[in-house]
């Protein structure tokens, strides 16, 4: 097998009004008000890709940005996406601005961030309730959490791949949001619009967010066929006759994860002529089913 030469991290080609839709949900949220807003689309049609964008600008401009996602690996926990955003806060916070923040509701915290007591030390144990109670306790001891981390700087967070979430992180989403809807707290999520019809709990967690007003989902459309010859244009460090830009630009479908594989693969054949021989873009359902895992993006999301 040939090893592959990584392609260089790019800039955000086009999709500007998606970022103006999505920033402006940000800025929103600075005055008070819970959003989330769902991305979706295609797989590799640059969701994610987005959302390091806004999060990029928003903690440029002071905002906190936590970040986690759901997996399709087995033997996950649940609430992942939650497990990974606050463990990463936690494991970051100074502890004198983490403790008044976690008090008193740390013990209900920790029975899913073991990280509280290894950080702040001994927690006092809380009594054993009915597991439905226990549930209601810890999404109440969720949603505090966050709205109380955003009292000091809006925050962002970030919930990737939720195709792929389990119903209790779901759960949890409808319930912060609407329990939390007075707060500095911006939640942004991506997943793939092809999996929703074999996602039941994701349906209904969208169509519930959507029933109280508080859901704006933004569909990916393919790239522009300007905004390909431009990725090409980064991507090789030159511009692409036209040919070979309108060429790709039919092959990958606008897809920009598809487009970096024909390039990737184009960049072996260093003889300009095996260009001509471009791949073909396999169909989306080929790409999902049952070779997804393998062709996601490695590095699409943050810690
Ligand atoms: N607008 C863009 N400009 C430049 N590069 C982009 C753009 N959109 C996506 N990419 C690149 O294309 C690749 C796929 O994007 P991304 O991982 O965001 O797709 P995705 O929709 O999240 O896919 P998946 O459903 O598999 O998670 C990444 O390498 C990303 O950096
Ligand atoms: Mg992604």
Known sequence: MTEERPLPEQVLVGRQRELTALWSRFE????????????????????TRLLHEVAGRAEQVGGLVLRGGASEAEGMPPYLPFLEALGGYIRTAPLEQLRPQVDPIAPILATILPEL????????????????QARLRLYEAVGLFLSTIAVSRPLLLLLDDLHWADTATLDLLCHVAQHQAVSRLCILGAYR??????????????????????????????????????????????PPDYLLSQRLWKESEGNP?????????????????ERQSLPTRKPARQYQQPHA?????SASRGA
Do not use: C, M, W
Request: net charge negative.
């Open 28 to 47: 929103q949220t600075t005055a008070g008000r819970l959003h989330v807003t769902l991305v979706a689309g295609e797989p590799g049609i640059g969701k």
């Open 117 to 132: 007591p290894r950080h702040l030390g001994e927690l006092t144990s809380s009594y054993p309730l009915p597991p439905e």
């Open 193 to 238: 619009s092809d999996e929703l019809a074999s996602r039941p709990a994701l349906e209904r967690s969208i169509l519930n967010l959507t029933r109280n007003r508080q859901l704006i989902t933004l569909t990916l459309q393919p790239l522009h066929e300007a905004d390909v010859a431009e990725l090409i244009t980064r991507l090789l460090g030159v």
């Open 257 to 273: 994860f598809f487009l970096e594989e024909l390039l990737r693969r184009a960049d072996h054949d260093s003889e300009p002529r």
């Open 293 to 297: 895992p393998a062709l996601r993006p």
